[in-house]
């Protein structure tokens, strides 16, 4: 970006190497044995050629490390073409589950104390039951649907975006969350367009939805590059 101060140049670029060069810039301010695990879905191809739908299982540490990155097959509700309408079998999400918690426990030594699973499409009750099935001794388990392209927008006074990490519940499990808005320090936000929520919704958690909100909005942060 032309406009963008030299400082934060020079921030962004050694920050980059340092992190190319296998460092960790920062890490969530967390004690906890916790597995942060991402899925979402997308199309590959297998040994033939043919179109498959996956399911990818991204997994980072407490500490930001790199933990696993698995794909295993997904399925398609009929008539969806979204990705809302993505999701896993009982079986499907035991096999990819089961892999991840094992990756966990070779990198780190130890199985997790908690896993935390963010997906882009709401948890079916088979998925549910699959990841059950393949806790192996995981003694908390949150699931949580992180849903994008919400149409809500909040219109504080003052003609700005509404602040970042505003939360707004919209009901018992559900709420609106900024990850990005606007900054008073700067007076301004980042990004090209008008900051937007997302919508948090909890499938099967403990944690208020503030705490949830709060883990997210951490891990924005661990964006290094």
């Known amino acids: 970006e032309p406009s963008q101060p030299w400082a934060g140049k020079f921030w962004n670029v050694s920050c980059a190497l340092f992190c190319k060069a296998g460092g960790i810039p920062w890490c969530l301010p967390t ?10 879905f997308g199309v590959s191809k297998d040994a033939r050629g043919t179109k498959v739908l996956v399911g990818v299982a991204q997994v980072f540490s407490a500490s930001g490390e790199l933990v696993a990155l698995r794909t295993g097959t997904a399925t398609k509700e009929s008539k969806r073409t979204s990705e809302a309408g993505y999701f896993l079998t009982r079986e499907q999400a035991f096999a990819l589950m089961a892999e991840v918690i094992h990756d966990y426990e070779v990198v780190t030594g130890r199985i997790p104390d908690r896993l935390l699973v963010h997906k882009s499409s709401f948890f079916k009750e088979e998925e549910i039951q699959g990841i059950e099935d393949a806790r192996k001794g995981v003694r908390e388990v949150d699931l949580v649907y992180l849903k ?15 602040l970042r990490a505003s939360v ?4 018992d499990d559900s709420a609106l969350v900024y990850l990005t808005g606007f900054i008073a320090s700067e007076r301004s936000w980042r990004g090209k367009h008008i900051p937007a929520p997302i919508e948090l919704v909890r499938c099967r958690s403990n944690r208020t939805l503030l705490d949830l ?11 290094w590059n």
């Not at 906890?32 to 979402?40: D, F, K, Q, T, V």
């Open 31 to 40: 004690s906890e044995n916790i597995a942060h695990c991402g899925i979402r």
């Open 148 to 162: 994008h392209g919400t149409p809500f927008r909040l219109l504080p006074p003052g003609g700005q975006p509404a």
């Open 168 to 171: 707004v519940p919209t009901s």
């Open 213 to 223: 909100a709060e883990e997210v909005l951490r891990l924005t942060k661990m964006n």
